[in-house]
């Protein structure tokens, strides 16, 4: 999926308006849903969702969102592990860099959206990992722009992030093909893959 191309503040209102809205009208129903970008981005869209939420005195322990990154308080990361391992979690919109990515296996998330492309396919691999661990079906949804792939062309590795997004075939055999591994048969795997 791609971003529009619009200026920077413009965009992340484009992306991120909706599933805010969404989350702050019905977080009950919202899907546990990780958003993996990089630390500029988490500032720009935690402070674009705090206003949102109605500002910071808004905002408390119980709200339904986090943002997490590698200089997090270890007690509030703590807190957040263990809500999202319960078997009713309350945070369901979790804005987070790479630091929740390999190791976290909570059974309870349903979506991964990377705001900005991973820098290399592993990562993204280990990180769209998180979801669907419960067995049931699960959405990653990718969203970059010109800017963002040239960007990721700089990284050892983001050649073949540049590959994978401008893929017009089936987005799952491109992981694994990238990866040497079969391809089992699955309906819906991607936008590509819609039928049967």
Not at 63 to 71: I, Q, T, Y
Not at 122 to 148: H, K, W
């Given at each position: 999926?791609?971003?529009?191309?619009?200026?920077?503040?413009?965009?992340?209102?484009?992306?991120m308006?909706?599933?805010?809205?969404?989350?702050?009208?019905?977080?009950?129903?919202?899907?546990?849903?990780?958003?993996?970008?990089?630390?500029s981005?988490?500032?720009?869209?935690?402070?674009?969702?705090?206003i949102?939420?109605g500002?910071?005195?808004?905002?408390?322990k119980?709200?339904?969102?986090?943002?997490?990154?590698s200089?997090?308080?270890?007690?509030?990361?703590?807190?957040?592990?263990?809500?999202?391992?319960?078997?009713?979690p309350?945070i369901?919109l979790?804005?987070?860099?790479?630091?929740?990515?390999?190791g976290?296996?909570?059974?309870?998330?349903?979506r991964v959206?990377?705001?900005?492309?991973?820098?290399?396919?592993?990562?993204y691999m280990?990180?769209i990992?998180?979801?669907?661990?419960?067995?049931?079906?699960?959405?990653?949804?990718?969203?970059?722009?010109?800017?963002d792939l040239?960007?990721?062309?700089?990284?050892?590795g983001?050649?073949?992030?540049?590959?994978?997004?401008?893929?017009?075939?089936?987005?799952?055999?491109?992981?694994?093909?990238?990866?040497?591994?079969?391809?089992?048969?699955v309906?819906?795997?991607?936008?590509?893959?819609?039928?049967?």
């Amino acid at each position: 999926m791609r971003k529009p191309q619009l200026g920077y503040i413009e965009t992340g209102e484009a992306i991120m308006g909706p599933i805010f809205d969404s989350l702050l009208e019905n977080p009950t129903d919202f899907p546990v849903t990780l958003v993996f970008c990089n630390g500029s981005s988490l500032t720009h869209l935690n402070r674009e969702l705090i206003i949102k939420a109605g500002g910071r005195e808004a905002v408390t322990k119980d709200s339904p969102f986090v943002a997490l990154h590698s200089d997090q308080d270890p007690d509030v990361f703590r807190r957040v592990l263990l809500d999202l391992m319960s078997d009713r979690p309350q945070i369901k919109l979790i804005l987070t860099t790479s630091v929740l990515a390999m190791g976290f296996d909570s059974p309870h998330v349903d979506r991964v959206i990377h705001y900005d492309p991973p820098s290399d396919l592993t990562d993204y691999m280990q990180q769209i990992g998180r979801c669907g661990r419960s067995g049931n079906p699960a959405e990653a949804v990718l969203y970059f722009n010109a800017t963002d792939l040239s960007n990721v062309r700089k990284h050892p590795g983001g050649k073949s992030v540049d590959q994978f997004c401008k893929t017009t075939g089936c987005f799952r055999g491109a992981l694994m093909q990238y990866f040497d591994c079969p391809l089992s048969t699955v309906k819906n795997c991607c936008n590509f893959c819609t039928g049967d």
